[in-house]
């Protein structure tokens, strides 16, 4: 029975994982044909991608009390449920209905990101909770890794972002199967206090009454730990630990490498990659990086410690977001793809050079036409000659120049790789320093 559970209990972190990394990076590859195909605006790209922060934050201020309320097994299972209804609603053909879906989404990701770790912990034992952990840790680099996958599969097609958002279901009903197989966490913690009991009954009087004054003590720091208040208090360090807590929570969202994960394929767009393919495959690459990070942090972060990962991670990230800010002005830039969705080319011929004297050929009356195109014919032709040799000039220079800016392109495509690597490197543990210090409070 254990290792099923324990198993079970297995699958359901990775898949939380999996469908929360999967939410986050789908939206990049399906952007660059939702704008397309409903001519959004700037504002309007930014109201879908940033519409399932809103969810997230409305699940954020209720959620704790519907996870204590109604608890973590139902929680999540309530999370699958929603994160269905809302993967149906993607696939209707309206914006409205896309930020909507998006909305209850991004509520259903921050109910199951609270209550599945939790969940999944009181299921085992306390030596194996660090292993299911990491498993979510995972999962999400590997579902963000397999959302851009699926964004190069169907970049070339029409209505490819409707299978894109579909997709999360696959996961989401393995996870509803798995988990509606795993005891809730009141029955489990139930059934550990009955043996607890059974084993005090074994135990002498002179045990029995010490073990009373440790219940009876341990109710107490249990009364002291679900006080809000205490957190802010000086005893026992709480008030600099939660500033702690609080400031990489924070900081990390403020690196702005979230924001990355959602619009990577513009990113690439913007800094060179022409087709939709190109740029798509540019974020794969960038998902791979960051899964392969994240699996390293979690390897070394017992050895080389939580701590000098999270510094040198964010000396990292500071380097390379310095160096990008500093190059950005001299790197070429695509011009060709606007933030509007206007990519598609009209064709027009600019005449603006063939004027004889100030006046345009087409600004003056028909028969002026022939006096001044006889009279002008040397100037003309003279001008031709000049325009031809500035032009090869041009592109002498212009060659060097875009070779240096391409240059600077891949400096810039490399350190971006880098704040990735870093951040999952610097900040993939620190879920770790979160929990221990929710245990020590």
Not at 23 to 30: F, P, Q, T, V
Not at 101 to 130: H, K, L, N, Q
Not at 220 to 230: G, L
């Amino acid at each position: 029975m254990g290792c099923s559970i324990l198993l079970l209990a297995s699958v359901v972190s990775t898949l939380g994982g999996l469908v929360f990394g999967y939410e986050l990076g789908i939206i990049s590859g399906a952007l660059l044909q939702l704008k397309v195909e409903f001519r959004l605006s700037c504002l309007q790209q930014e109201a879908l991608v940033s519409s399932l922060l809103i969810g997230a934050l409305l699940a954020s201020v209720v959620g704790g009390c519907l996870i204590d309320r109604h608890g973590r097994r139902n929680s999540i299972l309530l999370s699958n449920v929603l994160i269905l209804i809302g993967s149906l609603v993607l696939l209707i053909n309206a914006y409205p209905a896309l930020v909507v879906g998006r909305i209850i989404v991004g509520f259903a990701m921050s109910v199951s990101s609270m209550s599945c770790c939790i969940f999944v912990s009181e299921m085992v034992t306390p030596d194996r909770r660090g292993f299911l952990v990491t498993l979510y840790e995972a999962g999400i680099t590997v579902g963000i890794l397999t959302a851009y996958a699926i964004n190069y599969i169907l970049s070339d097609s029409k209505t490819g972002w409707r299978q894109m958002f579909g997709l999360a279901v696959v996961p989401t009903l393995i996870q509803l199967f798995a988990i509606w197989f795993l005891p809730s966490s009141t029955e489990d913690s139930s059934t550990r206090d009955s043996s607890q009991a059974n084993r005090d009954l074994m135990s002498t009087v002179e045990n029995q009454e010490a073990n009373d004054s440790k219940v009876s003590s341990s109710k107490e720091n249990k009364k002291v730990q679900y006080d809000s208040m205490y957190l802010f208090q000086r005893k026992d360090n709480m008030r600099t630990r939660t500033v702690i807590g609080l400031g990489l929570v924070l900081f990390q969202q403020f690196t702005g490498q979230p924001s990355v994960l959602f619009y990577a394929s513009t990113i690439f767009h913007s800094v060179g990659f022409q087709s939709n393919a190109s740029a798509v495959l540019a974020s794969v690459g960038l998902g791979l990086v960051k899964v392969i990070a994240t699996l390293t942090s979690m390897v070394f972060s017992d050895r080389a410690g939580r701590r000098p990962l999270l510094i040198s991670g964010c000396a990292i990230m500071a380097l390379c977001l310095t160096t990008i800010g500093l190059l950005s002005g001299r790197s070429l830039m695509n011009p060709k793809r606007p933030c509007n969705s206007d990519d598609f080319a009209t064709n027009r011929t600019t005449l603006s050079h063939l004027n004889v004297g100030n006046l345009s050929v087409f600004d003056t009356p028909l028969d002026e036409n022939h006096t001044l195109l006889s009279n002008g014919t040397q100037d003309l032709g003279g001008e031709v000659v000049d325009i031809v040799r500035e032009k090869l000039l041009d592109s002498a220079l212009g060659t060097s120049a875009n070779n240096h800016a391409t240059v600077v392109n891949w400096i810039i495509l490399l350190c971006m790789m880098a704040v990735v690597s870093a951040y999952s490197v610097g900040f993939g543990p620190s879920l770790y320093i979160h929990s221990k210090m929710s245990l020590e409070s």
